[in-house]
C-alpha cells in the first residue's frame, strides 16, 4: 500500500481533497495492512524551523504569514487558556505544538508541572517529551507530506470545506462555546475520527473562515516546509542600552544585590521597552516601541548567552550559585491580556537610584531563598526603606495592580469573585509611613504578615485558613496597639492621609511632576479584570484605601506567589485570603467616613455575609480610633467624600476615559444616558463590548461599554450567584478600548447613535437583546467579522499605541 501511494500520480493528489486523502489513508490502514504513521510519512525530525533572520523565508514569514496568524489565530491562541495550550504568538510556540493536559483545572489534588513556554523547557524536544504534540509536519519535508501531516493545515481544511452553518446565532448542539467547554485536542493519528465526530469544528472555531487569499497563503507557506524567523539582531543603540542596565543589576556589593532582587520579583511580568519619553507623566511613544524584553534569572552573568532559571515562582531557590537579572527579548505578538508596558531609560535609572542605592543604610546579608523567608517580603526584604520599596511599587501603581490582573492567572474566576465589578483606589501619602518607628513595627509583625505562599504550591484549606485568620487578626490587633501608643489623644484623620501624587525625590529635574497613579479604577469583568488610571465612570459601591503592607501583600499573594498549576487549596487559600486584603482596603477608606456612614456602608457591603464575616467586620470598627476631622454637610457622606477626593487629586486625575472630555456635546447628551442605566436593561448586555461609531466622513470612535453586576457580598467562595442582585446592575461606557475578552462587537452609524442607546435603555428581555444585535452587533457569524475585528485592532494601535495589543476572542458570545 505505501507503495501504491508513492505512485499516484501528482496531479490526481492535487486536486484529491488533504482531509479526503487523510480518510483514505486512515481506511488503507485498516485493511489487513499494518501501517503506521513511519511507513507513511517517514520518521521525525525534530528540527529549529526559524530561518536566518535575513534570508528571503524569515522576510515572508514576517512580512505574509505573520500578520495572518495574528490577527486570525493568535487573537484565540495567545494566552495561557489557550485551546489545547497551543500558543501562535511565537516561533517557540509554533514549534512546541499542543498539549491535551488542562492549565485550568479547578479540581487538582497536587500541583501539576508547569508548561511556561521559554522557562520550563527550551527546545521542541523537551516539550515533546512532556507531552506537546506537533501541529506541523515532522516527519518527511515533502509538499503533500507537510500537508496531510499537518494538524494545522487539516484544521484550516475542515473549516475551509464545512463553513459556518446559515444563520445568525451557532446551534448550541453544533458547537460547544464557553471557557469551560471540553476541549478537543486531536494529534494527526486522531484527527480523521476528530473530523467525522466534528466536521463543524475547524479553524478558526466558531467564526468566519479565512478568506481565500488567506487560505492560499497559510498552505502554500506550510507545503513549502513552514518555515519560521529568527529575531533580527537588535540596533546597536538597543544592546548598549541592555549592557548599561545588566551591568547596573549584576553589581557585586550587597546593597545593588539585595535591591535588583526586589526589583526583579516586582517587575517579572514587565514588558520592558527602552524609550527617553519622562517617567509618570502619560507621556508615551508616538508608535508602538519595537523591542520588548523581559527581565529573568539567569545561571549565566552579562556577556554570555542567557540561561533562564526555571521556578515556579521569582523568589523559589534557583539551585545555583548566584543569579544574574539580564533582559531577555520578547518577540512575541503583543497580547492586549498579558501586555504590561514599564519604561526603562536614564531617569528611571537614577530614579531607582536615588530610591535604594543613594541613601544611607547597610545590607549585611543577602536572605535564604527557604520559603518562611522568601515567600515574605517584610522578612527577605527588611535591610531595604520601607519607603523606597513603597514609592518603587506607588509611583507605579497602575503596572504593579495590574500585575495580578494581567498576570498568568488568564481565567481568574475564583481568584476575581473576591473584588467588586468598579472600584476606585487610592493610596496612602508616602511621608505619613516614611517614619522608623513604621518600618520597625514591620519588622515586629512580620510573622503576622505571613502570607499563603509559604506553603508552596501544594496547600490545604480549611487548617491554613484559620491560622491566617489569626494571624491577620493578630496584625490588626497590634496596628491598634501600635497606633494607641503612638497617637494618645487619637491621630486627625483627613485628606492629608491620602497621597496626592506628588514627586518623591527632590532632584531638580524631576521637582514638580504630579504622577497620574494617584487615583485607579478598577472593572471586573466576570472572570477578566482591568485597572486603569483615573476615577473612572459612575460613583462605585466601594472603594479602597491602601498603605505600603497591604500594596505589598497584594502582590505578592496574587502575583509574585500564585501558581496557576498550583493545587485546588492553593488556588482557593490565595482566594480566602484575599478577603482580608480586600476589608482592609476598603475598611481604610471607611476611616474617612463619620461613625455612623462607616457601620451602614460595611452593612450594606456584606449583606447576608457569614457570621465569620460579620465577626471580622467587627473587629475592624473596633480598630478605627475616631471620626475623621473632615467636615461632611451632604445626607450622603459618601458620595460627597468622593467629590472631596476627586477636587483633591484634581490636578493629576487621569481624562483619558472621561466621556465629558473626549467627546462633543452632541454625543454626550445621547452616549451619557448609558451610564444611567441599570437593573434588568443592564443585566441583559454582555460583561464588556466594544462599540465603534462611525460619522459621515468615515472617521471612528471606539467606546468601551462594561457591565457592573452587583452582589450583595464577595465572600461566597464557590456561590456567587447566589450573591448576585441582578437590580443593582448598571452599566459604564467610556471613550477607547478597555479589557482584553471583548463579548460583544457593535457597529453604528453616528446617526443611529440615539437609536442604537435607546434600544439599550429599553431591555427588557432576551428577545429584546436579539433585536438589538440583529440590527448593531457583528456577530461571532458575520461575514464581515474579521474586516470589522481588524479596524478594531488598527485602531487600537493607532490611539494607545503603548498600550494595544491583539484582543482575545474566547468569551465572544452567542446571541
Known amino acids: 500500500m505505501a507503495i501504491l501511494l508513492q505512485h499516484l500520480s501528482v496531479n490526481i493528489r492535487r486536486l484529491l481533497n488533504p482531509t479526503l486523502l487523510t480518510l483514505l489513508i486512515a481506511g488503507c490502514a485498516t485493511v489487513g495492512v499494518s501501517m503506521n504513521a513511519d511507513d507513511l510519512f517517514g520518521k521525525t525530525v525534530i528540527t529549529d524551523r526559524r530561518a536566518e533572520a535575513n534570508s528571503s523565508q524569515a522576510h515572508h514569514y514576517r512580512d505574509t504569514i505573520q500578520p495572518i496568524l495574528e490577527n486570525r489565530c493568535v487573537v484565540c491562541h495567545g494566552c495561557y487558556d489557550a485551546p489545547c495550550q497551543l500558543k501562535l504568538s511565537s516561533p517557540e510556540g509554533i514549534m ?135 529575531d533580527l539582531p537588535l540596533p546597536e543603540a538597543i544592546q548598549a542600552e541592555i549592557d548599561h542596565w545588566e551591568a547596573f543589576l549584576n553589581q557585586d556589593n550587597l ?74 527579548r520578547d518577540s512575541s505578538s503583543v497580547v492586549a491580556k498579558t501586555h504590561m508596558p514599564y519604561r526603562l531609560n536614564n531617569e528611571r535609572m537614577d530614579w531607582i537610584k536615588a530610591l535604594f542605592i543613594e541613601p544611607e543604610y547597610d545590607v549585611d546579608y543577602l536572605p535564604d531563598y527557604k520559603p518562611e523567608t522568601a515567600a515574605n517580603p517584610f522578612i527577605a526584604f527588611a535591610q531595604l526603606p520601607v519607603n523606597a520599596r513603597y514609592r518603587f511599587m506607588l509611583e507605579e501603581a497602575e503596572f504593579i495592580i495590574t500585575g495580578f490582573i494581567k498576570g498568568p492567572v488568564c481565567r481568574g474566576q475564583v481568584a476575581l469573585n473576591v473584588i467588586d465589578d468598579h ?191 460579620k465577626k471580622h467586620l467587627v473587629n475592624y470598627e473596633e480598630h478605627v480610633l475616631n471620626d475623621p476631622a473632615i467636615a461632611y454637610h451632604s445626607q450622603n457622606p459618601q458620595a460627597e467624600l468622593y467629590e472631596k477626593l476627586r477636587q483633591h487629586l484634581q490636578p493629576v486625575l487621569e481624562d483619558k476615559y472621561d466621556l465629558a472630555r473626549r467627546i462633543t456635546p452632541q454625543d454626550l447628551n445621547i452616549l451619557s444616558r448609558i451610564n444611567r442605566v441599570q437593573g ?62 471583548p463579548s460583544a462587537y457593535y457597529r453604528v452609524s453616528s446617526f443611529r447613535l440615539n437609536d442604537f442607546v435607546s434600544a439599550v435603555t429599553a431591555l427588557k428581555d432576551e428577545d429584546d437583546y436579539e433585536k438589538l444585535a440583529d440590527r448593531f452587533a457583528v456577530r461571532r457569524t458575520d461575514p464581515q467579522f474579521w474586516t470589522h475585528s481588524d479596524q478594531i485592532h488598527q485602531w487600537f494601535l493607532h490611539n494607545d499605541p503603548l498600550n494595544a495589543g491583539l484582543l482575545d476572542y474566547n468569551r465572544l458570545e452567542n446571541r
Open 96 to 230: 512546541r505544538g499542543a498539549s491535551k493536559t488542562l492549565v485550568y483545572d479547578g479540581t487538582r489534588i497536587l500541583a501539576s508541572e508547569p508548561s511556561r513556554l521559554g522557562i520550563d523547557a527550551q527546545t521542541t524536544e523537551q516539550w515533546r517529551n512532556k507531552g506537546f504534540f506537533p501541529v506541523l509536519n515532522e516527519r518527511s519535508q515533502t509538499a503533500d507530506i507537510n500537508l496531510q501531516n499537518s494538524v494545522f493545515f487539516q484544521m484550516l481544511a475542515l473549516k475551509a470545506n464545512n463553513p459556518l452553518p446559515e444563520g445568525k446565532i451557532l446551534d448550541d448542539d453544533d458547537f460547544a462555546l464557553g471557557l469551560n467547554r471540553n476541549q478537543q485536542c486531536p494529534t494527526q493519528e486522531e484527527f480523521t475520527d476528530f473530523a467525522q465526530e466534528h466536521p463543524l469544528w475547524g479553524m478558526p472555531y466558531a467564526l468566519p473562515a479565512l478568506s481565500h487569499d488567506e487560505y492560499s497563503k497559510l498552505t502554500q507557506w506550510m507545503k513549502s516546509g513552514a518555515a519560521l524567523a529568527a
Open 423 to 613: 472600584f476606585w483606589v487610592f493610596f496612602v501619602e508616602p511621608e505619613i509611613q516614611n517614619d522608623p518607628d513604621y518600618s520597625q513595627f514591620l519588622t515586629e509583625q512580620s510573622d503576622h504578615l505571613r502570607l499563603p505562599g509559604e506553603a508552596e504550591s501544594n496547600s490545604g484549606i480549611i487548617t491554613d485558613w484559620i491560622r491566617y485568620s489569626s494571624l491577620h487578626n493578630e496584625y490588626l490587633d497590634a496596628k491598634n496597639a501600635a497606633l494607641v501608643k503612638k497617637f494618645p489623644d487619637g491621630q486627625p484623620v483627613n485628606l492629608d492621609l491620602i497621597w496626592r501624587g506628588n514627586d518623591s525625590i527632590s532632584n531638580s529635574h524631576r521637582d514638580g511632576i504630579r504622577n497620574p497613579n494617584a487615583a485607579l479604577t478598577i472593572f471586573r469583568h466576570f472572570d477578566s479584570s482591568t485597572v486603569v488610571k483615573g476615577m473612572v465612570g459612575q460613583h462605585p459601591k466601594t472603594a479602597w484605601v491602601i498603605n505600603y503592607s497591604l500594596l505589598e501583600r497584594i502582590h505578592y499573594l496574587l502575583v509574585a506567589e500564585f501558581d496557576v498549576y498550583g493545587n485546588i487549596g492553593h488556588q482557593l487559600m490565595t482566594r480566602l485570603y484575599m478577603d482580608f486584603l480586600r476589608m482592609e482596603g476598603e475598611f481604610n477608606f471607611l476611616t474617612l467616613l463619620p461613625q455612623e456612614e462607616r457601620v451602614r456602608l460595611a452593612d450594606y457591603w456584606y449583606r447576608d455575609a457569614s457570621d465569620r464575616v
Open 680 to 741: 434588568e436593561p443592564a443585566t441583559l448586555m454582555p460583561e464588556i463590548s466594544l462599540l465603534l461609531v462611525e460619522n459621515m466622513q468615515g472617521d471612528s470612535k471606539v467606546y468601551t461599554l462594561i457591565r457592573n453586576s452587583g452582589h450583595s457580598n464577595l465572600t461566597g467562595l464557590l456561590y456567587e450567584e447566589e450573591n448576585r442582585l441582578p437590580q443593582e446592575d448598571y452599566l459604564t461606557l467610556v471613550p477607547g478600548i478597555i479589557g482584553a475578552y
Open 255 to 328: 546593597k545593588q544585590r539585595l535591591t535588583s532582587r526586589y526589583i526583579y520579583e516586582h517587575l517579572f511580568l514587565a514588558s520592558l521597552y527602552f524609550s527617553p519619553e519622562p517617567l509618570f507623566r502619560n507621556q508615551q511613544p508616538a508608535k508602538r516601541p519595537e523591542y520588548f524584553f523581559r527581565l529573568v534569572r539567569s545561571a549565566t552573568p552579562p556577556g554570555l548567552p542567557i540561561s533562564p532559571v526555571a521556578t515556579r515562582r521569582p523568589y523559589d531557590d534557583p539551585q545555583v550559585k548566584r543569579v544574574y537579572y539580564r533582559l531577555m
